[in-house]
T-cell receptor, first 113, second 113 residues
């Protein structure tokens, strides 16, 4: 069975400081991994995805994530948070063994002045 | 470029009433999905379709039916609404599986009283 665990339901950072949102996965197959962002009352927007190419993936708005197979992790980072980054972030997993995208429960990012 | 469009955006239903949510995509995608989003539970797949005329059950299909009569449309029906179906519903579409990006609509807020 495949699963995604987002280790923090809420993360709070100060503007200008680094962001780290943690995601671990479990999969019997080679995974494709995604990070989506959801702003209030909006749909989900793709930030970045890993599909077995480079393990360090760069996305939009300065976000990046590193795929670590040995740690079964795909953590999302950004060097310097901006107020506009405040949103909910979802890690998602697709594997060939299933036929769908499995989502984590989300991490709410708060950015303070 | 509309992408994925959901109607209606908001609806209040009485217990036992029926309704249909409409999803339309203009990207010529083969795959379409219906998810529900509930606090602390992430997104859960209700039903999906891998092409015109096909449908399949996801994680939480009970109480819902779907139809994909045209490639660009994917309808989600509630035959007899229950308060447990109060949720935000997201439609999504993609070219295929694996590393293909899934594009989301902006959501439909449904309250069952």
């Amino acid at each position: 069975a495949q699963s995604v665990t987002q280790l923090d339901s809420h993360v709070s950072v100060s503007e200008g400081t680094p962001v780290l949102l943690r995601c671990n996965y479990s999969s019997s197959y080679s995974p494709s991994l995604f990070w989506y962002v959801q702003h209030p009352n909006k749909g989900l927007q793709l930030l970045l995805k890993y599909t077995s190419a480079a393990t360090l993936v760069k996305g939009i708005n300065g976000f990046e994530a590193e795929f670590k197979k040995s740690e079964t992790s795909f953590h999302l980072t950004k060097p310097s948070a901006h107020m506009s980054d405040a949103a909910e972030y979802f890690c998602a997993l697709f594997t060939g063994g299933g036929n769908k995208l499995t989502f984590g429960t989300g991490t709410q990012l708060k950015v303070e002045l | 470029n509309a992408g994925v469009t959901q109607t209606p955006k908001f609806r209040v239903l009485k217990t036992g009433q029926s309704m249909t949510l409409l999803c339309a995509q203009d990207m010529n995608h083969e795959y379409m999905y219906w998810y529900r989003q509930d606090p602390g539970m992430g997104l859960r797949l209700i039903h999906y379709s891998v092409g015109e005329g096909t449908t399949a059950k996801g994680e939480v299909p009970d109480g819902y039916n779907v139809s994909r009569l045209k490639k660009q449309n994917f309808l989600l029906g509630l035959e007899s609404a229950a308060p447990s179906q109060t949720s935000v519903y997201f439609c999504a579409s993609s070219f295929g599986l694996s590393g293909n990006t899934i594009y989301f609509g902006e959501g439909s807020w449904l309250t069952v009283v």
